[in-house]
């Protein structure tokens, strides 16, 4: 794909989506952070099932140590990989209260050491949280990078580079959250629903379903 219309692609998602945000229902930096935690492997509305309960009692790093793993474990039991998410979560929680002063990190290197966080999670955290212009790829991104031509990569990471190079400047901010939606919801992994495609035409997919 050449850079015209890369900027016509998100031009027009912009004007479908003037503000995108996650679907991860958050009220902190914190709540965000165990949210995309738990998302791993999840989908946002299970997480926010379970979110809704567990930020009623602990929704701060004080109070998720104090609920410890084993308080934490009944209210994420329906999130696949919830005891190793559990240990995860506390841990973190512990460790932003020694080394942050219980504030959630602003930088990739601090949130990459809390346990449990990679790549992806700490890139989801600085762009919504801290507004910094990341791109978290996830099989939907990843996917849809591909298939488009937008970005092709063999991997996630090769995927976020590519991104991050061609993606213009002023849309970079809100790139990740555009392309999520886009892959969640229109071009899905099965069956896209080309017809419906706001960016069908610059889409150099060969197997439009027309």
């Not at 003037?18 to 999840?42: C, D, I, N, Y």
């Not at 929680?93 to 990459?112: F, N, Q, Y």
């Amino acid at each position: 794909m050449n850079q015209k219309n890369r900027t016509e692609l998100f031009a027009r998602l912009k004007k479908h989506i003037p503000a995108p945000t996650t679907e991860l229902r958050h009220g902190s930096k914190f709540e965000l952070l165990v949210s995309v935690m738990l998302s791993a492997q999840a989908t946002d509305v299970s997480v926010n099932e379970a979110t809704e309960q567990l930020y009623r009692v602990a929704n701060t790093p004080a109070a998720m140590a104090r609920l410890g793993v084993r308080g934490l474990k009944p209210y994420i039991k329906s999130i696949g990989l919830y005891n190793t998410k559990a240990k995860n979560i506390v841990a973190t929680a512990r460790l932003i209260l020694k080394k942050h002063s219980g504030e959630v990190p602003d930088t990739r290197e601090a949130l990459e050491a809390l346990p449990g966080v990679g790549r992806k999670t700490a890139n989801v955290v600085l762009n919504t949280a801290f507004g910094q212009p990341t791109i978290a790829v996830d099989t939907h991104i990843f996917r849809l990078s591909n298939r488009t031509g937008l970005a092709p990569g063999k991997t996630p990471l090769a995927v976020e580079k590519e991104l991050l190079r061609v993606v213009p400047s002023q849309f970079k901010q809100h790139a990740h959250h555009w392309l999520i939606l886009h892959g969640r919801y229109t071009c899905t992994a099965r069956k896209p629903k080309c017809t419906e495609c706001a960016i069908n035409d610059l889409c150099e997919y060969q197997n439009k379903i027309l």
